[in-house]
T-cell receptor, first 113, second 113 residues
Framework: GDSVTQMEGPVTLSEEAFLTINCTYT??????LFWYVQYPGEGLQLLLK?????DKGSNKGFEATYRKETTSFHLEKGSVQVSDSAVYFC????????????FGTGTRLQVTL | DVKVTQSSRYLVKRTGEKVFLECVQD?????MFWYRQDPGLGLRLIYF???????EKGDIPEGYSVSREKKERFSLILESASTNQTSMYLC????????????FGSGTQLSVL
């Protein structure tokens, strides 16, 4: 079945460091891909999305490119801030379904001064 | 902004009790979802609903049921709570269209003793 694999955390970075959180997926057809973020004590919220191959999603300085050849959707940010500390979830929507999403296990990011 | 409200932030119940988790959204969304979130497993879909009185099983429906009598309210029911149902439960809602973003509540941490 469809699945999402994320790198294990926690990822600990100093402020202004470069961030990469790896995400790969297994799915038939052409799924849509998403990154959601969960700040402490809050529900998840959509960070960015890409709906077809080679699309780049971006928001708040974060970017991710839908790479069909490597089945990947890695999250990147050039310079992280303490306020980016959160849990990041990669997710996919299988082809032909509505809004039902399959999530990865989440990666905790800790940014220190 | 869309608000998804879950009735309790923390809940403690005894094994065998019938448990109701309530979720209300205020933006007339057609779709509503119940996920559970466990460390190392990410989010797993329990049930979802595309319309009033309509429900579909997700990936882990065993031991759960749901009710959607009104569009804005989606209830998750544990008929006879067990210790392996101790978890964080997240409710979400979205508009009907494909790739519409999910709006999440802040979660209910349920402990079954």
């Amino acid at each position: 079945g469809d699945s999402v694999t994320q790198m294990e955390g926690p990822v600990t970075l100093s402020e202004e460091a470069f961030l990469t959180i790896n995400c790969t997926y297994t799915a038939t057809g052409y799924p849509s891909l998403f990154w959601y973020v969960q700040y402490p004590g809050e529900g998840l919220q959509l960070l960015l999305k890409a709906t077809k191959a080679d699309d780049k999603g971006s928001n708040k300085g974060f970017e991710a490119t839908y790479r069909k050849e490597t089945t990947s959707f890695h999250l990147e940010k050039g310079s992280v801030q303490v306020s980016d500390s959160a849990v990041y979830f990669c997710a996919l929507r299988p082809t032909g379904t509505a809004s039902k999403l399959t999530f990865g296990t989440g990666t905790r990011l800790q940014v220190t001064l | 902004d869309v608000k998804v409200t879950q009735s309790s932030r923390y809940l403690v119940k005894r094994t065998g009790e019938k448990v109701f988790l309530e979720c209300v959204q205020d933006m007339d969304h057609e779709n509503m979802f119940w996920y559970r979130q466990d460390p190392g497993l990410g989010l797993r879909l329990i049930y979802f609903s595309y319309d009033v009185k309509m429900k579909e099983k997700g990936d882990i429906p065993e031991g759960y049921s749901v009710s959607r009598e009104k569009k804005e309210r989606f209830s998750l029911i544990l008929e006879s709570a067990s210790t392996n149902q101790t978890s964080m439960y997240l409710c979400a809602s979205s508009l009907r269209g494909i790739n519409e973003k999910l709006f999440f509540g802040s979660g209910t941490q349920l402990s079954v003793l």
